[in-house]
């Protein structure tokens, strides 16, 4: 059973990432960031197995993208189960499920693990956290405030400044104008030019073109400078006249200024903002990294008030938005922002011998119910050993326990950064390291 | 896209559960509890993907098993995985991958989902989360202790009283002496009574008194008396005299001792203990419910210094337990101890029109500030129906906005269960609420 010629590998699955202690401490500061938060804004949090039926994710990214692009199987009883690639649909699901019990609106909040299969690379790996941040039940511009100034809100409570970042906001009803309507595309062209636009930032500039031109053969110079203009008004004294105040427009118009009124001022206009997903209907935004040696997007959202017609329901309005853990992780690092771990314990108890144990156990115990943290050494090796131990763990207090302070109940508190001892009664020590 | 004649289910995958906001704050707060308790004495959380290499399960259950009873795939890179059913393999596996880096002993816990193959019914579904909590490079029974105190101090912060459980303690070594040296049972044989110990409470007496004298064919009856011993005196007793002293029997002596001494009381000695996995090697242990109508293990432990040996490293002292959320709620629900959830938000800012939205956001932002949770009421609905949104989402306090408040900054905050309202500013009503 235990033979060393069979040796198992000590190594992850690919593109998963094993967290030990070091590294789950900022998971947590990252979790806890959000956490925090997105509960001053009242949003409650839910949760759900990472195992879906795969059909949750066909009905609108299609047989082939789920098959190809996530972990889908089998099951034993010949159901088709997915590891979730995102929650969106999970969410959609678990209010479609129960939607005449609630009382609208909702503010929901979740923190799920969530699955891809593609090859891992830099910020790209084949599983991830994300928050996701909804509010369902909301007609009006207000939830798309609420959403955009969580979302600042996370970025400074991390400690970003608003000159760091920018937020970047569209409205799909704009691009939806200009494809369907203003060049009067092909259902088929229209999404073929909505997902090159979706990828613009990451192609040449002629390449973009290019591929654009060949779907638009007609006023495609047009098109070009309309979707590379600078400045909303730019943007907006391109359009025809009677369509200036086309519903997208304003809806952008109105959200930047309810926004400069609430304090964020570091937003922009993005006429060829997409973010993906097929089930935006509305307003956009992503948050995006302006560090010159980094300059990326960070994570985004939008409304999406149709998605719960999968599950044939009615329209139920949706604004949300999902942040990941690898990409913030990475900006806080970039940043120098990432938090000091705390150690473990606060206080080690070193012990001379086992007949010290019992009055270390029953001490360790007592300062426990004054929440202080408190590990106890078992090894009996000698008291320097033990000191090291404490030290290379960071753990900040020692107190060496033999005959001597068995008998009186008198101990030394020992802090190491300093080598300063006081000295302490059971009934002390808690208080006097808090 | 949006057909409501292909509709998608709302239901969630067999065996897994969803977690609404009221189930997820109860997991919240057993996760919590869970949390404090094993890091007041100095243990750190440490986390893994739900992906693993099928071979980490293979090398200790066999193949068979594995493929029956976890949820096990090949990927597209024709990599066997699977979904984790336990989370011991894998911080073996993470300990062994940086032997070299640590200081023992590590005090490391964790709380992962866990799957398993299995037909779902009460208190066993396909999916459940774990506590796992592990200390490892003590190969003294101190350790054993600290494991059972932690155990212990988890269920009386729950809120449970020592009389509503018992701590069952054995020994491997004792089981192992029985069956191989005092009853000299083949490999085969031993494995095969041992796992009859294990089921022995699922069982009649007579179904297991019969089955074992299938296998111990000479001197069962003396067999099945030592089994079947009411308490440690009377075991030790039917052992012959000269292994009275044996190794096992006294750790479990001596382990008893230690309890009391640490005021540990309802501790009892169970010869037929075994607490399945295989890899157990010396004390096992688990916490009993003694309610009369629900008398069952609710999780347990043990000693494993051997598992580090499937990765070819040498012998690790460890010993751990783990505990599972769905026993653990049951336990709570049947002794009324579960808590009352607490609203997502203290304040609801009840709002008459749009004129009066940005008042209501800066002022939300501004209480934000002293930590008080607000939710805004964006529908514009007549106040009383906001009033009553607020009364159902259990939101305790209510402030309605309107031209008055705007113009002279003056409020009143009500407060909904009595009706009392105060006069407040946005200076005053986030410490009045506090």
Redesign the interface.
Known sequence: ????S?????????G??????E???I??YIFGVWKKTV???????????????A??YK??SGEEIVNSQT?T?M???D?E?S?RPEMTPTVA??I???LKEF?F?L??YSIP?L?R?ENPQRGRM??HWQLNVDIFG?K?L??E??AI?IASKIMTNFGFKEADFEIRVNSRKIINYILNDLFALSPEDSYKVAKLIDRKDKMQREEFESAVSEIITKRNLEFIELINSNNFEEFVSKLPENVQEHEGVLEVKNLLE?LE???ITNTVFAQDLMRGF?YYTGIVFEIFDKNPKNKRAVFGGGRYD?LL????KDVVPAVGFGMGDIVIHDMLETYNLLPKIEP??KL?LAVFNEDA??FA??L??KI?ET?V????D??YRKIGDQIK?AD??K?PYVICIGEEEVKTGKMKLKELATGKETEVTEDTVGYIIK
Do not use: C
């Open positions: 059973m235990s033979e060393k069979s040796k198992v590998s000590t190594e992850s699955y690919k998963v990432r094993d967290f030990y202690p590294d789950m401490a998971q947590n509960e001053s804004f009242g949003y409650s949090e839910y949760g759900a197995s990472v195992l879906e039926y059909d949750l009905a609108k972990y199987f099951d034993k009883g159901r189960v590891l699901r678990m479609a499920a129960k009382a609106p503010r929901w693990n699955f299969y084949r599983e909301v009006n207000n939830a405030v609420e100034a309810k009124e609430l304090g097929d149709e017609a999968i599950f044939g473990a314990a080690h144990i019992g156990q029953d360790a115990q426990r929440s943290k408190v590990t106890i078992y090894s131990y290379k763990n753990i």
